[in-house]
């Protein structure tokens, strides 16, 4: 299983991201997979998570800003964040299985929000 987040970086307030995550090793398609962050200095925390026929979940906080989609037909997992804010920063994990049974995780991405 190889899983390799990009798009993070340096954004302002208000900005926006979309994270990508190359999925490799398994049969990406037929796979539920999540995201999760871990800010600096506290713990990880779920984000959000895509089961296989696409249907979507988020985390309570995370509602309204954060949109999570998969491409099958490119093997990639997305998480758009809108309306970023100084406490999104954190690194942001790419994640197979579901956030009570992840299988897998990636080496993650930072972002920061700063003006």
């Known amino acids: 299983v190889h899983l390799v987040e990009s798009g993070g970086g340096l954004v302002q307030p208000g900005g926006s991201l979309r994270l990508s995550c190359a999925a490799s090793?398994?049969?990406?398609?037929?796979?539920?997979m999540s995201w999760a962050r871990q800010a600096p200095g506290k713990g990880l925390e779920w984000v959000s998570g895509?089961?296989?026929?696409?249907?979507?979940y988020y985390a309570d906080s995370m509602k309204g800003r954060f949109t999570i989609s998969r491409d099958n037909a490119k093997n990639t997992l997305y998480l758009q964040i809108d309306s970023l804010k100084p406490e999104d920063t954190a690194y942001y994990y790419c994640?197979?299985?579901?956030?009570?049974?992840?299988?897998?995780w990636g080496q993650g991405t930072q972002v920061i929000v700063s003006s």
């Open positions: 994640v197979l299985g579901t956030w009570s049974i992840p299988e897998a």
């Open positions: 895509i089961h296989s026929d696409g249907i979507t």
């Open positions: 090793g398994f049969t990406f398609s037929s796979s539920a």
